[in-house]
């Protein structure tokens, strides 16, 4: 790319749009972008503003903004994304389906290092609806050197796929509601509506809720019958706490199941168990969920849906971000929590 003044641009071609604000009300573009410059062109040129343009040198090895977007959006979309043709040097990634986004964080990183090159992109595992605006592709000068280009698309390739959006799966799920004053009728269970509208968010196949005392047996019993059942995720709710009758979460490591967590660092659903038996996910139920529209449990819910495993590795870094406000209209997920 080079400059050169309007006066001697004739029967070059333009390398970017040339915009402009004209009376009567015209906003947008002028001359665009691959325009052969014309003699009738340069006195309008003059009346706009323009005293130099830019105008393409072969020599220099160069890539367009619009080129460079285009190359890197290309490579760095995984499935269930569509990119959109570059306006202004930048190109827009959608899904196309209702799911979790997930990135590569090590390969975005690197990518946003290559010189010149830009992507935004919302954070990893955001619950996205068909059509959502995800992530945008740009390089900030009005051109940039092929080599990196070239480097960008290296990095996506290399680590393919570096965005992508997964469905959420219909899991096969069964609840068990403990606690013997729920069991016995002494009060009103609360969790049923709550459960079923959580599921329900993520196309759950509901085998049943069942009710179970306050008895370790009784509850060991309901997970094997889901089990048999062919559940994929178990969601047991009740008896959560610290205190010495409370069995859920012994129940969970009586089953037999890899403890993934008794815990996690986050506010509210501090409570939360997550463990696994063979390819069956139990969760227990944090007792902050009945009351709270967003608990930690909201946040894992997608992941287990997404058919992601939890890892004991990560569960600490969810203390940063891991506080929610309590806002008054919640608002998650397009807020800070659970964003480790």
């Not at 050169?4 to 004209?22: F, K, M, N, P």
């Not at 459960?195 to 997970?223: H, Q, S, V």
Request: proline share 6%; aromatic share 6%.
């Amino acid at each position: 790319m080079k400059k050169i003044r309007v006066e001697d641009s004739v029967g070059q071609v333009l390398c970017h749009d040339i915009t402009a604000i004209l009376e009567g009300g015209f906003k947008g573009v002028k001359f665009k972008r691959g325009h052969v410059i014309t003699e009738e062109d340069i006195s309008e040129l003059l009346d706009i503003g323009e005293s130099h343009i830019f105008v393409w040198d072969p020599k220099a090895d160069e890539v367009h903004e619009d080129d460079a977007a285009l190359a890197l959006a290309k490579v760095i979309c995984g499935e269930n994304l569509v990119y959109s043709n570059p306006s202004e040097g930048k190109v827009q990634i959608n899904s196309t389906i209702d799911g979790l986004f997930c990135i590569d964080r090590e390969a975005l990183k690197a990518i946003n290092r290559v010189p010149d090159y830009t992507v935004a992109c919302l954070p990893n595992f955001t619950p996205v609806k068909k059509g959502d605006k995800l992530a945008g592709t740009r390089i900030i000068p009005l051109v940039t050197k092929r080599q990196n280009v070239l480097e960008a698309a290296r990095i996506a390739k290399e680590h393919s796929p570096v965005l992508m959006v997964r469905p959420f799966k219909p899991l096969k799920s069964g609840v068990i509601i403990t606690g013997s004053e729920v069991y016995y009728g002494r009060i009103k269970d609360r969790f049923e509506p709550i459960m079923t509208e959580k599921l329900n968010r993520y196309g759950a196949e509901i085998l049943k809720f069942t009710k179970c005392p306050d008895d370790l047996d009784l509850i060991l019993e309901a997970i094997r019958d889901f089990k048999s059942q062919g559940a994929e995720l178990i969601l047991l709710t009740g008896g959560m706490s610290v205190d010495p009758d409370d069995l859920t979460p012994t129940a969970i490591r009586k089953s037999g199941a890899r403890l993934v967590t008794q815990g996690v660092p986050m506010q509210p659903g501090n409570m939360l168990t997550m463990a696994y038996l063979d390819n069956t996910m139990l969760i227990g139920v944090p007792g902050a969920s009945m009351h709270s529209p967003t608990t930690s449990l909201d946040v894992f819910l997608p992941r287990v849906f997404a058919g992601i495993e939890i890892t004991e590795d990560e569960i600490a870094s969810y203390g940063e971000g891991g506080l929610c406000m309590g806002c008054k209209d919640c608002r998650y997920p397009r807020c800070y929590f659970g964003r480790s």
